[in-house]
């Protein structure tokens, strides 16, 4: 549906590079990466609201690189809603049929499953001011599906609502995800709409695609330090390889199968490492005795910084599990993880 092929933007102190991307007929695809890594450059590169230097850029087998907005088939919703303060919910879901020709009964069964999804059918006489920020953006999002695009590009589109709206939208994506045959391309630096949402991501760093894939490889199967460490693999070292396992400052590390020799490094999730005060059973195969060097309040759980030798591992525990081992700074412990825990890449 969506192809990027060898696209390149040359902008005042920042350039997308090379970048090549494809995304399937009413996918739910999400480019993640931190900030100002080029997420929304190519976002507006593919609305045609940014000029591209070179590459081209198809929707379907058309190629659209030079095209106008509006004659993309591209609908766009940002952060910030942009609904028209003076015009009614109704008002303002119906506005861009006044620009494409949709049959009227057409347009008015769009428009009542529109409502429905996204429950707004109680409030179409309201105006935007008198409306809650989940409010307003899922109006947002019926006005720019009202004119069914073959494409809908979302730029952070729940990162300025409260907690409580953020899921009342997210909730209303999926639904309007899945009642259409529209492609979602969605920019993001939240995990939880990430693993919530998308069926394939790719992730951005400096101007360029690090990584493509499914959800899951991306955040299992790191194809670069960047990327692992982007998706929270807190333990990430440089290390040498021979046979099965690995070694880093001193420590060998079991890894359950035979390493590419071109292999540079390994990671273990947090939330793979575990922490407790005897040491573990063999089914374990990576086990080290270490001291608590840092404990850190992450709000719904702990992170623990064990010092092992040189090495510092980084485990995740609840606060129940806390007072029940008794944790603080220099206590000694066992650090332990299961060689299939063990990232390499």
Avoid: C, W
Wanted: glycine share 8%; charged share 25%.
């Amino acid at each position: 549906m969506i192809r990027v092929k060898d696209l390149n933007i040359s902008l005042p102190g920042f350039n997308l590079r090379d970048i090549n991307l494809r995304i399937e007929e009413n996918d739910f695809f999400i480019l993640m990466g931190p900030t100002g890594a080029g997420k929304t450059v190519l976002l507006e590169a593919i609305a045609g609201l940014v000029p591209v230097k070179s590459g081209t850029i198809f929707i379907g087998e058309r190629d659209i690189t030079t095209l106008s907005p509006e004659r993309r088939g591209v609908s766009i919703v940002y952060q910030d809603y942009a609904l028209f303060p003076h015009l009614t919910v109704l008002e303002n879901i119906t506005y861009g049929l006044h620009f494409h020709r949709i049959d009227k009964t057409q347009a008015e069964k769009r428009l009542d499953d529109l409502l429905d999804v996204v429950n707004l059918s109680h409030l179409q006489q309201r105006l935007p001011g008198n409306l809650s920020g989940g409010e307003k953006q899922r109006v947002a999002l019926a006005r720019a599906l009202m004119v069914d695009p073959k494409v809908l590009l979302l730029d952070e589109p729940l990162s300025a609502l409260d907690p409580g709206f953020r899921e009342e939208v997210r909730n209303a994506l999926k639904r309007l995800h899945q009642s259409s045959s529209t492609t979602f391309l969605m920019v993001t630096h939240d995990f939880a709409e990430v693993l919530s949402l998308a069926g394939r991501t790719a992730v951005m760093n400096n101007g360029r695609i690090e990584q493509t894939g499914d959800v899951t490889e991306i955040f299992e199967k790191p194809a670069s330090p960047f990327v692992a460490d982007f998706v929270g693999m807190k333990n990430l070292f440089r290390a040498s390889f021979s046979g099965t396992h690995g070694m880093m400052s001193g420590l060998r590390i079991e890894t359950g199968r035979t390493v590419d020799p071109s292999s540079r490094y390994l990671a273990i999730r947090p939330e793979d490492i575990v922490i407790s005060r005897e040491e573990f059973s063999s089914s374990m195969r990576n086990n080290y005795s270490g001291v608590v060097a840092n404990i850190t309040n992450q709000g719904f759980y702990y992170e623990i910084d064990v010092r092992v030798r040189d090495v510092s591992f980084k485990g995740l525990i609840t606060k129940g599990a806390l007072i029940e081992l008794g944790l603080e700074e220099g206590s000694p412990v066992y650090v332990s993880f299961k060689a299939s825990a063990v990232h390499l890449f």
